[in-house]
Nanobody, 126 residues
Framework: QVQLVESGGGLVQAGGSLRLSCAASELTVSAYAMGWFRQAPGKEREFVAA????????YYSDSVKGRFTISKDKTKNTVYLQMNSLKSEDTAVYYC???????????????????WGQGTQVTVSS
């Protein structure tokens, strides 16, 4: 059974940094397109960043481009989201997602992801 476990969230001041981790089991992150999404209270889950199977291609939402970096570590079977220059509007629960098959391409559409973690809370104080 595929499991994705996020960690690394917390409370940080505006301008600070956090690194989120998504540890996978029963799924090899280097073989699947993966993504990070977030959901603020009262809002729908939205795309943040995605990375291709081999890690060679990345995508970012306009709101985080230049501040966030998505990466994979195949030795640890983990996907990361490095978040710098955090803003209060980045406050949300962050979720890691994986496509349902290693043959599926990278996508920014939340409905295309089959596997999800439980989420980790990120709160940015202004």
């Amino acid at each position: 059974q595929v499991q994705l476990v996020e960690s690394g969230g917390g409370l940080v001041q505006a301008g600070g940094s956090l690194r989120l981790s998504c540890a996978a089991s029963e799924l090899t992150v280097s073989a699947y397109a993966m993504g990070w999404f977030r959901q603020a209270p009262g809002k729908e889950r939205e795309f943040v960043a995605a990375i291709s199977r081999n890690g060679g291609t990345t995508y970012y939402s306009d709101s985080v481009k230049g501040r966030f970096t998505i990466s994979k570590d195949k030795t640890k079977n983990t996907v990361y989201l490095q978040m710098n220059s955090l803003k209060s509007e980045d406050t949300a629960v962050y979720y890691c997602g994986a496509r349902g098959s290693r043959w599926y391409p990278t996508t920014t559409n939340v409905n295309d992801y089959a596997y999800w973690g439980q989420g980790t809370q990120v709160t940015v104080s202004s």
